[in-house]
Nanobody
Framework: EVRLVESGGGLVQPGGALRLSCAAS????????MSWVRQAPGKGLERVSVINRAGSTWLSDSVKGRFIISRDNAKNTLYLQMNSLKPEDTAVYYCVLIGTSLRGQGTQVTVSS
């Protein structure tokens, strides 16, 4: 079964950090282009980061310099390291297999004091 399962979300104070994980099964993550997207309350989906098959990465301007996307090929897992978190980063975060409709169930990130 092809599946994505996110974890690592939670409540964190402004300026804090979290690392999100996305465990992939049923396909080889290292041979795929993957993305992290988020949906804030009352807003649409926003793509925040991409990693392609070659390992090149892209970050949206809203998270550049604060977030890092990476993957562990041995664990078939995608990560999003989020530093210097802001209240506007509050959202449900999803990992997505680019080019398909496959995404996980999402993990909630709340940045609040």
């Amino acid at each position: 079964e092809v599946r994505l399962v996110e974890s690592g979300g939670g409540l964190v104070q402004p300026g804090g950090a979290l690392r999100l994980s996305c465990a992939a099964s049923g396909f080889n993550l290292s041979a795929s282009a993957m993305s992290w997207v988020r949906q804030a309350p009352g807003k649409g989906l926003e793509r925040v980061s991409v990693i392609n098959r070659a390992g090149s990465t892209w970050l949206s301007d809203s998270v550049k310099g604060r977030f890092i996307i990476s993957r562990d090929n041995a664990k078939n897992t995608l990560y999003l390291q989020m530093n210097s978190l802001k209240p506007e980063d509050t959202a449900v975060y999803y990992c997505v297999l680019i080019g398909t409709s496959l995404r996980g169930q999402g993990t909630q990130v709340t940045v609040s004091s």
